[in-house]
């Protein structure tokens, strides 16, 4: 259960609000790599939970643009949920592709908890997510990751597979030669051997691990059947809409599956290209060890990532508890609280008369 962190009882109404210069500051405080691995933990703990929340697919808004999307869950406690869109052109309008923020409040009363930025929340989960789910599909000893797609979401997956599980060397592929400077960039003091390259081909040559987090609203097709050699892990997070997929649909014939949550994966992730039937592997089973994920050297493992709801709720429970260590939030004036709940009209009118007599 979350309790305010509001120093003041008073104002109980208050809710903490963490904008992107306090997500900034928490993830520099502790170090964006710690961090990943840090919700890579909430969001294990919570998978191993699967059963106690409340589970639905998001509700999209689609455009010919892009989409809006809202990600609700609960655990019976908490509820969480959060505010996302995903618009491929922005990047080329100088805007970002998917921005977010989400919120976490308290079943018992439904007061707000916590009001936070996702938009730098959510690429930390994705990579999070994408380490976790890695740790029990990719090879053991992979240490040669291929990045197709430089984007946004480029640097924090290149440091979730650094510190989570265990790569040394990223190659890098993007269609804008800019991108792959800009991550190589700023990948330069990771620690990371980093492999700028020319083609998609080149990035995925020789590696054991290959992350697809490239934007298009296409079905685009950024890896094809032959670029893909026995016993590689996949990790695709850009295939996440409707018509929005990444893979040759002859690579994933050839694949073990691993999603989410079925009925959400069946609707935006790779899989809307195979049959309703499909047979695919839900993630949390893994987890518990009720299912094993790799069991042979030349399987094709691939976890066709589209994000969860649960993932955003571990991230945001995360961030709540970084609040009081690090300080770095706001309190946001969100609810209207007057000293007799009946009299929201009363509190109106006086604020008036005190506003006047100022
Ligand atoms: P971005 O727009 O910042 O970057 C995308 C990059 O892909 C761009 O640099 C673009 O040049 C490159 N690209 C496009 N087509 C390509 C191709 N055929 N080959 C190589 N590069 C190509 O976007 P982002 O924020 O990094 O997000 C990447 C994708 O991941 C988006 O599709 C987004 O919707 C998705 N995403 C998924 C999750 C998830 O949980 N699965 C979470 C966040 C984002």
Redesign the pocket.
């Known amino acids: 259960m979350f309790h305010s962190t509001n120093p003041n009882p008073s104002k109980l109404a208050l809710v903490p609000f963490v904008s992107v210069d306090n997500m900034m500051k928490i993830v520099n405080t502790i170090g964006a790599s710690k961090v990943i691995a840090e919700i890579a933990e909430y969001i294990e703990a919570d998978f191993l939970r699967w059963d106690m929340f409340d589970k639905t697919p998001r509700v999209a808004a689609h455009s010919k643009e892009g989409v809006i999307e809202l990600m609700p869950t609960s655990d019976g406690e908490t509820y969480g949920f959060k505010y996302v869109n995903?618009h491929?052109a922005n990047?080329a309008r100088g805007f970002?592709?998917?921005n977010a923020f989400g919120v976490l409040a308290r079943v018992d009363n439904g007061y707000p908890v916590l009001v936070s930025e996702m938009t730098i929340l959510?690429?930390l989960r994705?990579a999070a997510?994408s380490a976790v789910a890695a740790k029990h599909l990719a090879p053991k000893n992979a240490r040669i990751m291929g990045m197709?797609?430089?984007?946004?979401?480029?640097e924090f997956q290149a440091l979730a597979f650094q510190q989570i599980v265990g790569i040394d060397t990223v190659k890098l592929?993007?269609?804008?030669s800019k991108?792959t400077q800009k991550a190589a960039r700023n990948l330069s003091d990771s620690g990371l051997t980093v492999i700028s390259c020319k083609t998609?081909e080149e990035a995925v040559a020789g590696t054991q691990i290959i992350t697809t987090?490239?934007?298009?609203k296409q079905n685009?097709t950024?890896l094809t059947d032959n670029m893909i050699g026995s016993g590689i892990h996949i990790n695709a997070?850009?295939g996440?809409?409707p018509g929005?997929t990444e893979l040759h649909r002859d690579i994933l014939l050839r694949s073990d599956i691993f999603v989410e949550y079925p009925p959400q994966t069946r609707v935006e992730g790779e899989i809307q290209q195979l049959d309703d039937d499909h047979p695919v592997t839900e993630l949390w089973q893994v987890m518990t060890g009720q299912t094993q994920g790799r069991t042979s050297d030349n399987q094709i493992t691939l976890f066709d990532?589209?994000?969860f709801a649960t993932e955003d709720f571990s991230a945001l429970r995360y961030i709540h508890d970084q609040l009081q260590p690090t300080g770095h939030f706001v309190e946001l004036d969100l609810l209207a609280d007057p000293d007799d709940p009946r009299d929201l009209f009363g509190m109106v009118q006086r604020a008036k008369t005190n506003s006047s007599s100022n």
């Open positions: 995903g491929p990047m970002q592709t998917v959510t690429a994705t997510t197709i797609g430089n984007g946004a979401q480029c592929f993007d269609i804008d991108a998609a987090c490239t934007a298009d685009a950024v997070i850009g996440d809409c929005k990532s589209v994000g």
